[in-house]
């Protein structure tokens, strides 16, 4: 069963950064593409960006543009996500993702096998 677990979310002020972590228990996590989502309260799940298995390919969600960076450490089974400038829109709980036997990112979430539990990301005003 392969498992993802995130880290790094916390209360910040608005302007700050923070920088999400998803570690993946499964060898084979070079071949996977890997995608961040968010969730705010009283909303559905949205996508915030992907990458693919290299890491040379990448997709944000327009708000996030700019601002978000994802990577991936495939000798460390860890994908990250920086958040820099965070705005109060930016509160949710994110989620990280992972899918296999694709090789082109996703950007939906029934196109993701495996799910975080999540790590809760609040920005204060």
């Known amino acids: 069963q392969v498992q993802l677990v995130e880290s790094g979310g916390g209360l910040v002020q608005a302007g700050d950064s923070l920088r999400l972590s998803c570690v993946v228990s499964e060898r084979t996590f070079a071949t996977f593409v890997m995608g961040w989502f968010r969730q705010a309260p009283g909303k559905e799940r949205e996508f915030v960006a992907a990458?693919?298995?290299?890491?040379?390919?990448?997709s944000y969600e327009d708000s996030v543009k700019g601002r978000f960076t994802i990577s991936r450490d495939n000798r460390k089974n860890t994908m990250y996500l920086q958040m820099n400038s965070l705005k109060p829109q930016d509160t949710a709980v994110y989620y990280c993702a992972a899918t296999f036997g694709v090789l082109n990112i996703r950007r939906k979430i029934d196109e993701y096998n495996y799910w975080g539990q999540g790590t809760q990301v609040t920005v204060s005003s």
């Open positions: 990458i693919n298995w290299s890491g040379g390919t990448t």
